[in-house]
């Protein structure tokens, strides 16, 4: 098998030359693309390995096996809580590991709903509303034999929230941490019960431990208690083991025939993951055969793709693009006009166009379907006289244009077409006199300084963030990203927005267990950050993927969760 790069075409022929000979003799190293050339070779290396595995006696045999490339430049943290955001969780995270509260991921014509995982209920304490006793699920095992048991969930707590633990885990810590701001202290009640208390009232605290997924304390002691050995061989509770990690190349995943969930069994035998961040690598990579499936095609391959018999999925996803501004002192982003005006200066229709009709324009954190919307007064649209109007009382103009930086993504699972869609928003910003330039970095570096936030000296060079975010709850949507209690470090208000008004309503939404007054809670509040033009927002995802022929069923639930169990082969 050989592989040749024509400007940013790839494919893959039957060949007696030297595959690298020609990968490398071929690549092309113009400037905009010279800082991937080495990601670039070890997508070549991985494609061509999983190429070879295809016609390899076991693949051959009635073992079924399926190729998917992803848009991360890495296989996300295998040792427990995944890096590169929520789309990771897909991949490493909720096939070798389980939650204790799981997201229903199982159905695509409606939304989710929180249900039972290694835990089989939880409740909060009448008595005490900051106690959540969680009753754990018997009789399940790790993948290397050892039991699941409440000193299991505490050693897993102590992983990533007690810097003092000998096992402490800062990357992991990392990754999780933020997503679990409520957490005051943890003990365990019996072999088989835990309880978690809160740091306040919180009646959302259940989904913050949807993102807390857990390992085997037996295999740590086994891999010498070095988590390096661990990521290449984990053990978790999760439908899926790993056999083989490559870190940058691929992940081959087989299937747990020996997994507690007997509805939940995986459809495919085997599942390879391999990483190919540019999107016109791995759109050709699926057109050539080289991988069943991906993430995120090239918008302008889907007529091609679908000619070609390829299948195009996508669906409802609580997901929105944004810009996340930075109020800092000294941030041109502390005038409300300016805010507007970015938000104003948007041809969104524009987005959706370049993205082939896989997005939907924005008019806030959430949809206005959705019962979180609330009644702003502020008409997210696209209105440039509007825009430049602001602009110029904010003493701006073409002619005087507004400098600064944005940090973006080179891409990644969730980030959509990064680079496209900065490059098209630049060129409206500047129509109303600010000029955008950007920072580029690989998406696990964009993490690491959102979650250090805009007053950290590292952001000292931007005024705002571009990750994409996850709108699936209240405390994905809106708390955890406007609360002033919420502030990065400590969670992931980038910005450092601070408005008494909103915190009072989702103060107020966290002490109700009422569901219509949390909603309508949660809806005064996202009125208000509308009308304050907290962020920039652009256009809700619709999370796409192509199938080939070969791949049989998936399901798409309405969220960035994701389970690779759905997949079935022909």
Aim: charge should be neutral.
């Amino acid at each position: 098998i050989s592989l040749g790069l024509v400007g940013s075409e790839m494919c893959i022929r039957d060949s007696p030359a030297p595959a690298w000979a020609a990968a490398r003799s071929l690549l092309p190293l113009r400037p905009a693309q010279a800082m991937e050339s080495d990601a670039m070779l070890k997508t070549i290396r991985s494609v061509i390995a999983a190429a070879a595995l295809a016609i390899m006696p076991h693949a051959a045999s009635a073992q079924s096996v399926l190729r998917y490339g992803i848009s991360t430049a890495d296989i996300p943290l295998t040792t427990g809580q995944p890096d590169r955001g929520a789309g990771a969780y897909q991949f490493t995270g909720h096939t070798l590991y389980d939650p204790l509260v799981a997201w229903e991921m199982n159905v695509a014509d409606r939304p989710g709903k929180l249900m039972p995982g290694l835990a089989t209920s939880w409740s909060v304490d009448p008595a005490d509303q900051t106690k959540w006793r969680f009753a754990l699920r018997p009789g399940v095992k790790f993948h290397d034999g050892s039991a699941f048991d409440a000193d299991a969930v505490i050693w897993n707590f102590d992983k990533v929230l007690n810097d003092k633990a000998p096992h402490f885990d800062r990357r992991q810590a990392a990754q999780v941490r933020p997503r679990l701001p409520s957490v005051a202290s943890y003990r365990k009640l019996d072999h088989m019960t835990i309880e978690v208390t809160t740091k306040e009232i919180d009646s959302f605290f259940p989904y913050q431990m949807l993102w807390f997924l857990i390992g085997s304390p037996a295999q740590y002691e086994a891999m010498g208690r070095d988590w390096d050995r661990v990521a290449s061989k984990p053990s978790g509770t999760g439908p899926f083991k790993l056999e083989s990690l490559v870190p940058r190349e691929r992940a081959e995943l087989v299937r747990n025939a020996d997994y507690w969930d007997k509805s939940r069994m995986a459809k495919v035998d085997r599942m390879i993951l391999i990483p190919i961040p540019e999107i016109s690598s791995r759109t050709n990579a699926l057109l050539s055969g080289q991988v069943d499936l991906i993430e995120t095609p090239a918008p302008d391959s889907i007529p091609q793709l679908k000619r070609a018999g390829f299948r195009v999925v996508e669906n409802v996803t609580p997901h929105v693009w944004n810009y996340h501004l930075s109020v800092q002192p000294g941030s041109p982003w502390t005038d409300v006009r300016l805010r507007k005006a970015l938000n104003l200066a948007i041809d969104r229709e524009g987005i959706v166009l370049l993205l082939s009709g896989l997005a939907k324009p924005a008019k806030g954190q959430v949809d206005p379907s959705s019962p979180w919307f609330g009644k702003p007064s502020f008409d997210i649209k696209y209105d440039l006289e509007a825009a430049r109007k602001l602009v110029l009382e904010a003493g701006y103009s073409p002619a005087k244009p507004l400098k600064t930086t944005f940090l973006i993504a080179q891409g990644g699972t969730g980030q959509m077409q990064s680079l496209p869609m900065n490059e098209a928003i630049q060129q409206n910003l500047k129509e109303i006199g600010i000029e955008i330039s950007f920072k580029v970095v690989e998406l696990e570096v964009l993490y690491t300084s959102w979650r250090r936030g805009a007053k950290d000296e590292s952001n000292a060079d931007v005024t705002s963030n571009n990750v994409a975010y996850l709108t699936s709850d209240p405390l994905l949507a809106i708390i955890r990203f406007f609360h002033s209690n919420q502030v990065a470090p400590v969670g992931v208000n980038w910005s450092g927005y601070s408005n008494p008004k909103v915190d009072g309503l989702l103060d107020q939404a966290k002490r109700s267990f009422d569901p219509a007054e949390q909603d309508r809670l949660i809806a005064e509040a996202h009125a208000m950050l509308v009308d304050d033009a907290a962020l920039v927002w652009v256009v809700h995802d619709t999370n796409p993927r192509v199938l080939s022929p070969k791949v049989k069923d998936f399901v798409q639930a309405q969220h960035w969760f994701q389970d690779l169990t759905t997949i079935s082969a022909r």
